[in-house]
């Protein structure tokens, strides 16, 4: 056995099923190992040939967010490795367990400032929790297995380099004796009743409590909203946990911290009146405890699946790790009954009111620009409202970073667990199309749609080729505005933000799918029923949308918009 053959027994061990990436010379022993697995056994890993570096990191990053095992990564020596930084930085930010294998230049040709010989372990060591070089086969063994416990362990990004010459030698029998066992699914066990107890009272004794879902309290849903029940309790959703839980139950009041867009004023009320806020796998707490000057101003209980996963950066009057559904469980049932208040029913009906309004003042304006001689545009409300008529639990969603997100954010309404996939912490462009390549890949029985602008499908664009390569039945929903209208909407003229796109539905054509434009005068039952039509290649919709049809934003982030 050699090196590379080590790395991918190992990597089997841990669960890993894929490696995305894009070879070079470096890389042929890899490759060559991926080549002598044996197709017939259940652990054999697939080789996922990307366009893109970074898109080969953003779907190992997808990966590892969907189902919580360990995203892996390959990329080759010099330009491989710096392209796929942005891909990298998106799990360390989102804390999913990711992987980046990189190839060096040979032992004998580095540091002599050869043919793409850079410095890769000190490059992503200021960005990463652990990054290293492997420049003896004696260490590949201690080296990979620490890299993946930590990874996993922690939820974090790591890196390990390794030049081709190494990768080809034999491993020494005694090396590969032993391997980490089986990673990335969370041992059962029980929450200590006297923490559940202490956790509890605290709980019964909260006025005004919230409870808030992130992206690890999938699978915890209905136990979450039981709980909200018994404490008659508003549920919020950070934009990692949309589809958490059933929205279309009376206590769900939206989605807050939108890429700096808390969207709603009445869903953001809602947690600056809290007392005590509950958060269920909630990766990034600030939108819910902080005030603009990002001090704590609110109470939380942390529940985690893991404590690794817990924040330290604010006071918590307690944080419970462990199996989600059987705490939210454990929670209600030491709860007496609250009465239903009409806290709940203001605040619902205040936000059901401003999504009233949006639907009303889009209709009144597509009434005065229509003309004999107009074009009418698509209207992504419209879009999106038929779009959640088709949603249904054999469905999982990514979402792009654009105005398109905030649409996305306020008005899909996910009632059946559905998971949308989303680059939370970094918000970066691109994200869509690979994480819908990785999803559809890991979840085959499902069917994978998205959502993306033309700026960021000009940015990893080129994947539809994989996705085609692939035969993947993709759904790719492309806003079609021709501008970057996040950064046109801050401008008092809009300059430097056009774009002159494609046609996107001949391109998915020329990758051998299929596609349809919509415009106002399209009959969207009709595109809707061929996209989700059974098939084996992707299908876009070119949704072109008006530029001057901006996303609605609370009144509180108009007076003084920050990002975006």
Same mark, same amino acid.
């Given at each position: 056995? +050699? ?63 969907? !189902? ?7 990329? !080759? ?54 990054? /290293? ?92 909203? +039981? ?42 009320? /809602? ?39 817990? @924040? ?8 419970? @790790? ?6 939210? !469980? ?40 229509? !003309? ?113 209208? +996040? /950064? ?77």
């Amino acid at each position: 056995m +050699n090196v590379a053959d080590h790395i991918l027994s190992v990597l089997a061990k841990a669960g890993v099923r894929r490696i995305y990436g894009y070879p070079g010379t470096p890389l042929v022993p890899l490759l060559a190992a991926l080549a002598r697995q044996d197709p017939r056994r259940p652990d054999s890993i697939q080789w996922v040939l990307m366009r893109h570096e970074n898109a080969a990191a953003l779907a190992a990053a997808a990966e590892a967010k969907l !189902t919580g095992r360990l995203g892996v990564c390959m990329v !080759t020596s010099g330009p491989g490795a710096l392209q796929a930084v942005c891909g990298v930085m998106d799990a360390q930010l989102d804390r999913a367990p990711l992987l980046l294998l990189s190839g060096l230049v040979p032992r004998a040709h580095q540091g002599h400032w050869d043919f793409q010989d850079i410095d890769q372990a000190a490059l992503y060591r200021g960005l990463l929790p652990a990054s /290293v070089a492997c420049i003896s086969a004696g260490q590949a063994a201690a080296l990979l297995r620490a890299q993946v416990a930590m990874a996993v362990s922690r939820g974090v990004a790591t890196h390990l380099a390794l030049p081709p010459d190494l990768l080809a030698e034999t491993l020494a029998a005694d090396d590969a004796r032993f391997a980490p066992p089986p990673l990335g699914a969370m041992q059962e066990r029980r929450v200590a009743l006297p923490a559940l107890s202490a956790a509890a009272r605290l709980l019964g004794e909260a006025r005004r409590p919230v409870v808030v879902v992130g992206r690890r309290a999938h699978g915890a849903g209905a136990e979450i909203l +039981n709980l909200a029940e018994r404490l008659d309790a508003p549920v919020i959703a950070a934009l990692d946990g949309k589809g958490a839980v059933d929205e279309s139950h009376r206590l769900y009041l939206g989605v807050l911290g939108i890429f700096g867009f808390p969207g709603i004023a009445a869903t953001a009320r /809602v947690v600056a009146e809290a007392d005590l806020v509950v958060a269920f796998g909630v990766e990034n707490l600030k939108p819910f405890l902080t005030d603009g000057a990002h001090v704590q101003r609110r109470a939380v209980l942390q529940v985690q699946p893991e404590p690794a996963f817990l @924040s330290a950066e604010y006071e918590s009057l307690d944080a419970l @790790s462990g199996p989600m559904p059987a705490i939210a !469980t454990a929670l209600a049932i030491a709860q007496r009954p609250a009465p239903s208040g009409g806290r709940v029913l203001e605040l619902a009906a205040e936000r059901l009111a401003v999504m009233e309004d949006v639907l009303a003042r889009l209709e009144q304006a597509e009434t005065a620009a229509a !003309t004999p001689l107009a074009t009418p545009l698509a209207n992504p409300l419209d879009f999106l409202l038929q779009l959640n008529t088709r949603l249904g639990p054999d469905h999982v969603l990514a979402v792009d970073t654009g105005s398109h997100t905030i649409w996305a954010a306020l008005f899909l309404r996910l009632k059946h667990g559905q998971r949308m996939l989303v680059s939370a912490r970094l918000g970066t462009m691109g994200f869509c199309l690979p994480a819908l390549i990785a999803a559809q890949l890991a979840e085959p029985g499902k069917r994978a749609i998205g959502l993306i602008g033309d700026g960021g499908f000009g940015m990893t664009g080129m994947e539809l080729a994989t996705a085609a390569a692939l035969r993947l039945p993709i759904i790719l929903v492309v806003v079609n505005n021709g501008v970057l209208q +996040n /950064v046109s909407a801050q401008q008092a003229e809009p300059w430097g933000v056009a774009l002159a796109n494609p046609d996107f539905v001949a391109l998915a054509r020329a990758h051998g799918g299929d596609g349809a434009a919509v415009d106002g005068r399209t009959d969207l039952d009709q595109v809707l029923d061929r996209a989700f039509a059974p098939r084996d290649m992707p299908f876009l919709i070119d949704l072109r949308c008006d530029p001057a049809l901006l996303a609605p934003l609370s009144r509180w982030e108009a007076a003084g918009q920050q990002g975006g």
